[in-house]
């Protein structure tokens, strides 16, 4: 039962090129900056990322995009990411844009064995209909673009057909966990995280502090132990912030 592994490095070893990924956070809040960097060291290629947005310039997944190890990522917000903007307008990269609710949804549907549902979000534009852009060629056209979806009507409201999303691993970040998995997040920080860590088929976890079985209240728990696979403990973390306000 004790899922613990001894370092980053050892937890993101079996991480072949390719691999799709979950990756938990909301700008540079509760991302798994420890794991994403050891991925980056680890070198694996062809990234396929699902996540909110796809951290900064420098920061975040935005390490691995400026090292061009993602070739497509599915997100919801991506304006803070320059070379994310470049790789995009350039054809380098393939993005599925998703509307934030719909993409909370299809995670959490995936996690749940829920192949596909339906919703009002998109209906009437290009994310039901199709011809949104997911890459361009080097002279500036689309080379591929969104399929049409099934659309139907329930109750005389229009709905379009979204698909669950799993993944392969997942990448997550609590403020608390204990050696069996179970993870407690930080207030804002949970954001996107508790979604991941059941949509991947392995979920791999940093927590800043790192408890015994028994330590954690059972009724504070936000992911259950059942849904990680692997611990790592990074008590460490810098935590960035992506725009600082301060007062005179």
């Known amino acids: 039962m004790d899922k613990t592994v001894e370092s980053a490095a050892h937890a993101v070893a079996d991480i072949p090129d390719g691999a799709s990924l979950a990756v938990g956070g909301f700008g540079l809040c509760g991302i798994p900056t420890t794991l994403i960097r050891s991925l980056l060291d680890r070198g694996s290629r062809d990234l396929v990322t699902v996540s909110n947005n796809c951290g900064v310039d420098g920061a975040g997944l935005g390490m691995l995009l400026a090292a061009g190890r993602i070739r497509r990522t599915t997100g919801s917000y991506v304006g803070e990411n320059k070379e994310f903007e470049r790789q995009f307008l350039s054809g380098e990269l393939e993005v599925e844009l998703v509307p934030q609710g719909t993409l909370a949804e299809r995670l959490r549907a995936g996690g749940a064995g829920i192949a596909a549902f339906y919703t009002p979000a998109g209906v009437g534009t290009q ?14 056209s689309v080379s591929v673009a969104s399929p049409p979806k099934e659309i139907r009507e329930f109750d005389g409201v229009t709905y379009v057909l979204e698909r669950g999303i799993r993944t392969d691993f997942a990448f997550v970040h609590a403020r608390y966990g204990d050696r069996h998995g179970n993870l407690i997040y930080e207030k804002s920080a949970a954001n ?54 301060v007062s005179q």
Request: charged share 20%.
């Open 127 to 140: 994310v039901a209909n199709g011809g949104l852009p997911w890459r361009y060629d080097a002279a500036g």
């Open 192 to 245: 996107f995280n508790p979604l991941c860590a059941t949509a991947g088929a392995i979920t791999i976890a940093e927590v800043e502090e790192l408890l015994e079985p028994g330590e954690l209240d059972p009724m504070a728990v936000h992911t259950p132990g059942i849904f990680v696979q692997r611990v790592v403990h990074a008590p460490n973390v810098e935590k960035l912030i992506e725009k600082r306000t």
